[in-house]
């Protein structure tokens, strides 16, 4: 169990651009501080962006769920003034479920709408999870059925995409597909997408699900197709430097041919419930506590990955 003391600590993994020689550990969930932390080493290098990652949010009625995902938000623009939001996915409590109907999805979205309303003056980059999407919609032709209807929800351009900020690059992928796997559209596109960054340019990749990492060996949900990203990734290891997710609700940092994979829990926790019967406090789900991650992206490529718990 982990203990209060133990909980104040910080938890940070330091990825240098050209790759660490021992591996991260996880500790009761959290990911440990890799031993690179060098303060001479950090004073040169140059920050290019603070981006908070939220994930996993299932906003929904009940639990006073929204007031308390709203002074979340309020938690990180007051202690971290990010650059902007990465959001990755499983935004509303769930629109999946066969017994759900328009009027329940129609809702979430109203409460989603309301509590990010909260970021109006920053960007959020969303990707699509896969709670978000009503496929019982009356049709497929109805304009809630499917993707596209969570596209224009979530603001976003594509149910895949890329952008640039400063000198990073990232890219939004959509995993909700056969086997938890990128589509063969998508990954033409993703080849094509990698070859063109400039070389050496860094490179952030966002999926709801796990690429690579712990959490879904505990608990599943993982890329089917995790060989084959790992192939291409290191063709271009030059650019790509790490890799986020959610969707398993655990917090884990694995770090293999030179990527950081950062699965960053869940801003719900356990669903905005009290936690597991066995968890070691309120809101966890297995060993992890309800939370977020802050990255701090440097113009070197190296890349700083923190879990914030957040009250519950």
């Given at each position: 169990m982990i203990q209060n003391e133990t909980m104040k600590i910080k938890r940070r993994s330091l990825l240098k651009a050209a790759g660490l020689a021992t591996g991260l550990m996880v500790t009761?969930?959290?990911?440990?501080?890799?031993?690179?932390?060098?303060?001479?080493?950090?004073?040169?290098?140059?920050?290019?962006?603070?981006?908070?990652?939220?994930?996993?949010?299932?906003?929904?009625?009940?639990?006073?769920?929204?007031?308390?995902?709203?002074?979340?938000?309020?938690?990180?623009?007051?202690?971290?003034?990010?650059?902007?939001?990465?959001?990755?996915?499983?935004?509303?409590?769930?629109?999946?479920?066969?017994?759900?109907?328009?009027?329940?999805?129609?809702?979430?979205?109203?409460?989603?709408?309301e509590c990010i309303a909260l970021l109006d003056k920053y960007e959020v980059h969303s990707c699509i999870g896969n709670h978000d999407t009503w496929w019982k919609a009356p049709s497929k032709e109805h304009e809630m059925y499917g993707k596209d209807y969570v596209v224009k929800r979530l603001k976003i351009p594509n149910r895949y995409y890329s952008f640039t900020k400063k000198n990073w690059h990232f890219i939004v992928l959509d995993g909700n597909n056969s086997?938890?796997?990128?589509?063969?559209?998508?990954?033409?596109?993703?080849q094509a997408e990698l070859e063109k960054i400039p070389a050496s340019a860094p490179t952030l990749l966002m999926?709801?699900?796990?690429?690579?990492?712990?959490?879904?060996?505990?608990?599943?949900?993982?890329?089917?197709?995790?060989?084959?990203?790992?192939?291409l990734f290191f063709k271009h290891r030059d650019k790509v430097r790490v890799c986020?997710?959610?969707?398993?609700?655990?917090?884990?940092?694995?770090?293999?041919?030179?990527?950081l994979y950062c699965c960053?829990?869940?801003?719900?926790?356990?669903?905005w419930g009290k936690g597991d019967a066995e968890s070691a406090g309120p809101?966890?789900?297995?060993?992890?506590?309800?939370?977020?991650?802050m990255l701090n992206l440097y113009e070197d490529g190296t890349v700083e990955n923190e879990y914030f718990p957040h009250s519950y």
């Open positions: 009761g969930g959290l990911p440990a501080l890799a031993s690179v932390d060098n303060p001479e080493e950090r004073k040169r290098k140059k920050l290019a962006l603070t981006v908070a990652h939220i994930t996993d949010v299932h906003i929904r009625e009940g639990d006073n769920a929204p007031e308390r995902f709203k002074n979340c938000l309020k938690q990180i623009l007051t202690k971290h003034k990010p650059d902007f939001f990465l959001n990755g996915g499983d935004s509303i409590n769930d629109a999946s479920y066969d017994n759900v109907v328009h009027d329940q999805v129609i809702q979430q979205w109203g409460i989603w709408d086997n938890i796997s990128l589509d063969q559209e998508q990954f033409n596109w993703l999926s709801h699900y796990p690429i690579l990492g712990t959490t879904q060996v505990l608990v599943g949900g993982g890329h089917s197709d995790c060989k084959k990203l790992k192939d986020l997710s959610g969707h398993n609700h655990l917090s884990d940092q694995t770090q293999y041919n030179d990527v960053n829990g869940a801003m719900s926790g356990f669903w809101g966890y789900y297995l060993e992890t506590p309800p939370g977020y991650a």
